[in-house]
């Protein structure tokens, strides 16, 4: 008899939950037209009767990509058809790391440093990777993107700075994407910049209407992109002939040449993009996986298996392509070819390569083969990160600022905030877009904190992931020291613009300090904040 009253009780309260669902989405309908204070009551109350750990119990669609790709059944053994099945995501988180601002750096690194950064490349991968697990994870236990959860998490105070830091990591990003295509385009055709620029927005929306065939195409095209670099650019390192000596010594040896620090701190900036941390958590939520209570630990803890997996494989396709593109150009300036091609002028002012100026570099060491090659490999390079870039810029808005719009005006709107200023640079600063690209993977890095922190906060919250996938202790330990070292590679880069701006004047070191202390500031505020 109490059996069936308890029987009853719990149908009863599972009816209950089900008639308020609506409810619930009504009150939700009507927040614009509550004030602020009651607004964020509202939210907090509809949020916490289905978040965190209590999402897991179903299926969340957190993109835009056809229908979720079926996995199958728990298995108890390794399984490679599995493994395929999660295949995908790994391999478009991971065109960020070869887009055309690596590129730029990795030459600039060769040409700089030599060999030498190459143990600095192979460990930023190695942290990109412990850093895009815990996004994926985030995406696969709770069912939610990173930006949603920044959208539930933070107030108004806290996340419309958020967004608009990220936002302009992304125009960043962008910037380069969109001038690498136009650069591939005009050493391939001749094309002028601002009409390669043009181009690439329209190419952009050509692979980005792929999703509309569902996510397996979208995948298998990054995928042949990625392979396109790998032979490109790997073809070229076959006929630089390197020394593997000096190889292995700067793969082994940690040591950064006073000379290199702008490039070593673009490194960091470069292979990390805050973006892809959203982006990631975003992808994942395209498998789907079993929620059934009886499968359903066991079903995300094989999910998050098959993903670090495909991560790995993925990003180290990744570290192949920018060692292979150090590697050359340590080559070609270790042999002085490179410097012999430089004017008196750019020698003495320590000139480095562009984009533009690699592709001379290259027919001067390799022949007419050697900037084709280039052409064709950064091509590949900018029209997948553009396009992967675009997608992180939707998530973000659509999830961060609960944007309602249709797919197709999502997409322009993200994409245009960032085609204006590329724009704007590629034809009224040509000259200059190699200074910009440095400084821009540089910016990456400023804003690559503003991404981490979030994802570890999340990633170690027993009331977000639950006791069960919360990272342990140890884990969490080494995640906030690699943010601390990021943050204090930041300060440590930043200081000497401050000084040297507030020795301009004092209208300049008020300008300097404020936004120094500012930036600080917002970093302390987000690693305090409670998730």
């Not at 308020?20 to 009507?30: I, K, L, S, V, Y």
């Not at 292995?248 to 960091?268: E, N």
């Not at 060491?365 to 992967?388: M, R, V, Y």
């Amino acid at each position: 008899m109490n059996d069936n009253s308890q029987s009853t009780s719990r149908a009863s309260s599972s009816s209950s939950t089900a008639v308020n669902t609506p409810t619930a989405a009504r009150q939700t309908e009507r927040l614009p037209l509550l004030s602020s204070r009651k607004r964020a009551q509202s939210e907090h109350q509809t949020a916490s009767a289905d978040y965190g750990a209590a999402a897991i119990e179903r299926e969340f669609e957190v993109h835009d990509i056809g229908n979720l790709i079926e996995t199958g059944d728990y298995e108890h053994s390794f399984s490679f058809r599995k493994l395929v099945c999660f295949a995908g995501p790994g391999f478009a988180m991971s065109i960020a790391y070869v887009d055309p601002g690596n590129i730029c750096s990795d030459l600039h690194c060769g040409a700089v440093a030599g060999y030498k950064l190459l143990w600095l490349l192979f460990l930023t991968h190695a942290l990109g990777l412990y850093i895009q697990t815990l996004s994926a994870r985030i995406g696969i236990v709770t069912g939610k993107n990173l930006a949603q959860h920044c959208y539930r998490q933070y107030t108004r105070g806290i996340r419309i700075p958020l967004w608009l830091v990220c936002e302009l990591a992304i125009i960043g990003s962008d910037i380069q994407e969109a001038i690498g295509t136009a650069i591939a385009l005009y050493l391939l055709f001749g094309i002028e910049i601002w009409k390669g620029i043009l181009l690439a927005a329209v190419l952009s929306y050509v692979i980005l209407a792929i999703q509309n065939f569902g996510a397996r195409k979208v995948e298998a095209l990054f995928i042949a992109m990625i392979a396109t670099m790998c032979v490109c650019f790997g073809f070229e390192a076959i006929m630089a002939k390197p020394d593997f000596g000096e190889i292995a010594k700067g793969l082994l040896v940690p040591r950064i040449p006073s000379d290199a620090t702008v490039q070593a701190v673009g490194v960091v900036g470069a292979v990390i993009m805050p973006h892809n941390l959203f982006l990631h958590s975003a992808l994942v939520g395209t498998r789907r996986i079993g929620r059934a209570a009886n499968v359903r630990n066991a079903s995300i803890r094989e999910a998050n298996f098959y993903t670090t997996v495909e991560s790995a494989v993925a990003l180290l396709f990744s570290v192949i392509i920018n060692a292979t593109i150090l590697v050359v150009f340590a080559d070609i300036y270790s042999s002085g070819r490179g410097s012999r091609l430089l004017t008196q002028k750019q020698a003495a002012e320590k000139h480095l390569p562009g984009l533009v100026e690699a592709a001379g570099l290259l027919e001067a060491a390799f022949g007419k083969i050697g900037p084709l090659l280039w052409a064709i490999g950064l091509l590949s390079s900018g029209q997948s990160s553009t396009a992967t870039g675009t997608m992180a810029g939707q998530y973000l808005m659509e999830g961060m600022m609960q944007l309602r719009a249709s797919h197709w005006l999502r997409m322009f709107i993200s994409r245009s905030i960032s085609l204006v200023p590329t724009m704007l640079i590629g034809t009224l600063a040509a000259s200059y877009l190699d200074q910009f690209d440095e400084w821009l993977n540089v910016l990456q890095s400023l804003a690559l904190p503003f991404a981490l922190v979030p994802t570890l906060k999340l990633a170690q919250s027993h009331t977000v992931m639950s006791s069960d996938f919360a990272i342990t202790r140890n884990w969490r330990l080494f995640g906030w020291a690699a943010a601390a070292a990021i943050i204090a590679l930041n300060v440590y880069l930043l200081m000497p613009l401050v000084l040297q701006l507030a020795g301009q004047g004092i209208v300049q070191a008020c300008i300097a300090y404020i936004a120094f202390c500012l930036y600080l500031l917002f970093v302390a505020v987000l690693v305090r904040a409670d998730v």
